[in-house]
């Protein structure tokens, strides 16, 4: 176990975590030799960059990561080991290497999650369930790719993450993509789904053009069961729905220098308002029993705070810029960054 030992509403699992290496360049060439002005490197995937968000908020959320044994040196050297509890597996960790062009966009380069032995991942599971029992957790949050279960060639079940979850009365929010996504929509089981605007357009199979797509799209969702959709948007900022009310949120324009891990830090950021400020016991009834607009406000001002810090996990939740609040969605306005549906 980590050197953390102060509870934590919230816990945090990684399936498949990765080495970030990032390279800020001036001017990049495709094609040729290029020199980094810089190179940063840190632990992350999904999970561990909510976890490390959470953390600047006076949450200690620990972080459960499978990492390959030949690393052991890893939590050191990337300042983790504080947070994190690793399961050891055999083997070594993907690596993810992001390549930043100074004004210019940015490419991302990740490497397949390794794939797990049953029995690996029945340890994760088993590690997950005494982490979230240990803590006291009301929120799990099983975030990024899943790798491949060896003994079936599919992806690892979390079926069993479920069951144990709903036994302990701990709500799970699901931050995934792809075929995982596709089928986890449909189950239910899920209390938020973090999807952006591509992975929701394949989660229900069609374009998403306007904010009414948006919703009715997340709609779709909560009908499975889903209690909440956080529809991340780019530069349209976020639609929060739930089987009964919708609420859009945007900031203040920022500088954007590297979107990586901006929908992490909008969820964490979520987590984060939503466990510190419940809702009132005389609230007026918005379909859920936590506070959406409270934590949809502060989900979109940390994932604009992230864009414009380097690094692929949110540093600091300093100068927060402006943000707003509206239910009265423009239907019909046009989104900045539509989602087009594209049928494998």
């Not at 495709?30 to 999904?46: F, I, Q």
């Not at 790798?147 to 929010?173: C, N, Y």
Request: glycine share 8%.
């Amino acid at each position: 176990m980590s050197g953390n030992t102060a509870k934590s509403p919230i816990v945090t699992l990684t399936p498949a975590p990765t080495l970030d290496r990032t390279y800020l360049v001036t001017n990049l060439h495709p094609g040729a030799v290029n020199r980094a002005d810089s190179v940063g490197e840190e632990l992350a995937g999904k999970g561990i960059n909510v976890a490390r968000a959470l953390h600047l908020a006076g949450i200690e959320a620990p972080g459960v990561v499978p990492i390959g044994n030949a690393e052991k040196g890893i939590l050191e050297r990337t300042g983790s080991k504080k947070f994190l509890i690793p399961m050891w597996i055999e083997g070594t960790i993907r690596v993810s290497t992001t390549v930043l062009e100074r004004g210019g966009p940015t490419t991302k380069i990740n490497e397949a999650p390794k794939p797990l032995t049953h029995e690996e991942w029945v340890r994760v599971i088993d590690l997950t369930e005494q982490t979230v029992k240990d803590n006291d957790a009301k929120w799990l949050v099983i975030a990024g790719a899943l790798p491949i279960d060896q003994s079936t060639g599919v992806f690892v079940d979390l079926h069993p993450i479920f069951e144990r979850m709903a036994k302990l009365g701990v709500r799970v929010a699901l931050d995934t993509s792809g075929e995982p996504l596709a089928y986890w929509v449909r189950q239910g089981e899920p209390a938020i789904l973090k999807p952006n605007a591509e992975e929701l357009a394949s989660a229900v199979k069609r374009s998403l053009l306007t904010n009414g797509d948006v919703i009715e799209a997340a709609r779709e969702l909560c009908a499975h069961g889903v209690e909440c959709v956080l529809a991340s948007l780019g530069s349209d900022g976020m639609l929060a729905v739930t089987k009964s009310r919708a609420w859009g949120t945007r900031t203040t324009p920022v500088q954007v220098i590297n979107t990586v891990g901006a929908g992490d830090a909008t969820l964490a950021g979520f987590l984060a308002a939503i466990t510190k400020n419940p809702l009132p016991n005389d609230h007026e009834d918005i379909g859920v029993s936590f506070n959406v607009p409270v934590g949809a406000m502060t989900a979109v001002q940390w994932g604009a705070v992230k864009v414009s810090q380097p690094t692929s996990g949110l540093d600091n939740i300093d100068n927060l810029p402006e943000v707003f609040l509206t239910e009265d969605v423009d239907l019909s306005a046009k989104l900045k960054e539509p989602a087009i549906y594209k049928e494998n």
